[in-house]
């Protein structure tokens, strides 16, 4: 069992920057992959960012390609999210989760088997 625990997030003006974290935990902690995704009002659940952890491949959204920022810290369970140059359309409430088994879709919902409670991120115009 794999428990995260997120922390983050709030209100920004458009244009600046935040940036969440995600604390994994349990007994055995060996993902394939953590990423991010977000969900804002009435819409589904999308893919934000991924981080492949025995590589630290990172990939994107094109949507948030070369705004956002995903890394792992050193010697830590933990995962970033780095955002900036915010837009009001980023406003989401933003979700942690964890793929412990290889997949050949990471950007996909179904290759996540743990997820966080996620966190309120809402960009003011």
């Known amino acids: 069992q794999v428990q995260l625990a997120e922390s983050g997030g709030g209100l920004v003006q458009a244009g600046g920057s935040s940036r969440l974290s995600c604390a994994a935990s349990?007994?055995?902690?060996?993902?394939?992959?953590m990423g991010w995704f977000r969900q804002a009002p009435g819409k589904e659940r999308e893919f934000v960012a991924g981080l492949r952890w025995s590589s630290s491949t990172t990939f994107y959204a094109d949507s948030v390609k070369g705004r956002f920022t995903i890394s792992r810290g050193n010697d830590t369970n933990t995962v970033y999210l780095q955002m900036n140059t915010l837009k009001p359309e980023d406003t989401a409430a933003y979700y942690c989760?964890?793929?412990?088994?290889?997949?050949?879709?990471?950007?996909?919902?179904?290759?996540?088997?743990?997820w966080g409670q996620g966190t309120q991120v809402t960009v003011s115009s």
């Open positions: 989760a964890v793929g412990s088994r290889w997949s050949t879709s990471p950007r996909s919902s179904a290759a996540y088997n743990y």
């Open positions: 349990g007994r055995t902690f060996s993902p394939y992959v």
